[in-house]
């Protein structure tokens, strides 16, 4: 999915809870799930792609965009301002 679909997508999604149509909830599940599938099948400029943290701790399941593994543990590391040395995560593309 690229960008422009999942900004059409969200403001469907908007659209339908402006209305009525849609409550809270099922809005922001159906605004997760677009965001998930935009982030999985992320196709950046050159080199850039999605990498997924698995492991343990809180960085287990984070999914940035990187140009590179050691990048996507650095940009983890700077989210959870911690060091990227200490994360106990594998690093892999989505």
């Known amino acids: 999915m690229d960008r422009i679909s999942a900004l059409r997508n969200v403001e469907e999604a908007l659209g339908d809870f402006e209305s009525g149509d849609s409550d809270l909830a099922a809005t922001e599940q159906r605004v997760v799930t677009i965001l998930r599938t935009y982030a999985t099948d992320f196709e950046g400029e050159e080199g850039l792609r999605a990498?997924?943290?698995?492991?343990?701790?809180?960085?287990?399941?984070?999914?940035?965009?990187?140009e590179s593994t050691a990048e996507a543990r650095d940009r983890i590391a700077e989210l959870l301002d911690e060091d990227p040395a200490a994360l106990?995560?594998?690093?892999?593309?989505?």
């Open 88 to 94: 106990d995560v594998d690093i892999s593309p989505v």
């Open 51 to 66: 990498y997924q943290a698995a492991g343990e701790g809180r960085a287990h399941g984070l999914v940035v965009v990187a």
